[in-house]
């Protein structure tokens, strides 16, 4: 009965250990590892026994997805033996149990297990046997993807479907996106992605839909790769005709020009690939076609007075076309068109304003230099100017400058000092006269003459 009790209890013991002791001992931080192909991964384990006062033998092993069992590596506290294939890209941990992944390849994803046997050196017998499993993906980086369409030529709207694809080289975990001249696109009633969003179908194709297209792939280590960008061709049209001309006068549909006017017609139409055009005139219920092409040229003189035109667009591929017609009629346009030319060449108000002060700035140049440079004062000092730096011809007061050309000469006579001394005088005074602007006749005229018979004497 003892060694039996005894045994019990020691069963009892080890069942303790391995359901609830182990935890307290072995600890791994992460059960899921995401690792990038080409990076190292680490697999800790966190030991928490006294490694030097026990004994410990375990493996690492690996099952791969596809189920098969590798062992990577046994060890125990003394030895570690490393599987000859994995001896270049692992490294174990000692003194404890954590594992290194040099290099990741995708082969190296799957359930990494990890089995410890612990022996303490002072509980002879006693074994607490440890297991983890840690779960291991590898993420590849994503490749440039490649975007292809099909069908690969043009396609007619609302004919035709058009469907594009994207897919990547390499890249775990992708996910795809689509731009049309760099905008997202998400689904619609007409646009229709895959579950992985790698095909995008687009049925039917509108005019809109006409663009540049690229797909963006990318996953959770790698940013977004771009394909390169794609064309997609859509005949479409006619759309929007409408017949233009730059002469006359336009109400609606009817063009009024005046008689004797050559007029010109543009016709023109929203449409891929371009339009061929026809004119055609419309008169007692019978048309005639005039010209093709989307000019029109009219001559008034060949009309009646009103008459109707229609411009018709077709496009040869999309086989739709479209009309637009309008009338004509050979009327004077008179006081309306000329009003309507004097409301279109009368000034703006900013014209205005600028000539007004245009003006006003004139005037005031035109005051300024009447008010520093005197003209009138000018003119008249120019006229009035002394002659004293000339040789002055002395004058008898006749009005006629020429007859007093000639030599004069004042003669000094005894006993007419009084006389002279009376000249000497009234030329001061003359001097004096002249600072006035007085002219070389007054001069004369001043001078005070002797006797013609004193002379003679």
């Given at each position: 009965m003892g060694a039996t009790g005894g045994t019990a209890l020691y069963v009892c013991c080890v069942l303790f250990i391995l359901t609830e002791a182990s935890s307290e001992f072995i600890h791994i931080p992460s059960l899921v590892h995401h690792g990038v192909e080409g990076k190292p991964l680490f697999l800790s384990v966190e030991t928490h026994f006294p490694l030097d006062k026990a004994n410990i033998q375990g493996t690492w092993s690996h099952m791969r997805p596809s189920g098969t069992r590798a062992t990577l590596v046994t060890f125990d506290k003394k030895a570690t033996i490393i599987d000859m294939m994995y001896r270049n890209r692992l490294l174990f941990g000692q003194p404890n149990v954590s594992l290194l992944i040099q290099t990741l390849n995708k082969d190296d994803e799957g359930d990494y297990h990890l089995n410890l046997n612990i022996e303490f050196y002072n509980k002879t017998g006693l074994v607490i046997k440890v297991e983890r499993t840690v779960h291991v993906t590898v993420d590849v980086p994503v490749s440039v993807p490649v975007i292809e369409k099909s069908p690969s030529y043009a396609v007619v709207e609302d004919k035709a479907n058009v469907t594009w694809t994207c897919s990547v080289e390499r890249g775990t975990r992708v996910v795809f996106q689509w731009l049309r001249?760099?905008?997202?696109?998400?689904?619609?009633?007409?646009?229709?992605?895959?579950?992985?969003?790698?095909?995008?179908?687009?049925?039917?194709?509108?005019?809109?839909?006409?663009?540049?297209?690229?797909?963006?792939?990318?996953?959770?280590?790698?940013?977004?790769?771009?394909?390169?960008?794609?064309?997609?061709?859509?005949?479409y049209g006619p759309y929007n005709l409408e017949v233009n001309s730059g002469q006359g006068l336009r109400t609606g549909e009817v063009f009024t020009i005046n008689p004797g006017e050559l007029v010109f017609f543009e016709c023109q139409a929203d449409s891929n690939p371009p339009n061929s055009y026809v004119w055609i005139s419309k008169s007692r219920n019978a048309t005639q076609v005039i010209t093709e092409g989307p000019r029109l040229e009219v001559r008034s003189y060949r009309l009646a007075q009103a008459e109707e035109y229609l411009c018709r667009a077709f496009n040869n591929v999309t086989q739709k076309q479209d009309e637009a017609q309008f009338t004509l009629v050979v009327a004077s346009l008179g006081t309306g068109k000329e009003k309507h030319m004097q409301e279109g060449s009368s000034l703006s108000p900013?014209?205005?304003?600028?000539?007004?002060?245009?003006?006003?700035?004139?005037?005031?140049?035109?005051?300024?230099?009447?008010?520093?440079?005197?003209?009138?004062?000018?003119?008249?000092?120019?006229?009035?100017?002394?002659?004293?730096?000339?040789?002055?011809?002395?004058r008898s007061g006749h009005e006629d400058a020429t007859e007093d050309f000639g030599i004069y000469e004042f003669v000094s006579i005894p006993g007419k000092m009084e006389s002279a001394q009376a000249s000497c005088r009234s030329l001061a005074r003359l001097e004096s006269v002249q600072d006035m602007h007085t002219t070389i006749y007054d001069v004369i005229r001043h001078v005070p003459e002797t006797p013609s018979h004193s002379l003679l004497k």
């Open positions: 001249d760099n905008i997202t696109l998400g689904p619609s009633d007409r646009y229709h992605f895959s579950q992985d969003n790698s095909t995008l179908l687009i049925s039917p194709v509108r005019k809109e839909d006409k663009g540049t297209y690229r797909c963006v792939a990318s996953n959770p280590v790698s940013q977004g790769q771009q394909s390169r960008a794609v064309e997609l061709n859509v005949y900013l014209a205005a304003i600028t000539v007004c002060s245009l003006f006003i700035i004139g005037c005031m140049l035109l005051f300024f230099i009447r008010r520093t440079c005197h003209p009138k004062r000018v003119l008249m000092s120019i006229y009035n100017r002394p002659l004293s730096e000339q040789k002055r011809p002395h």
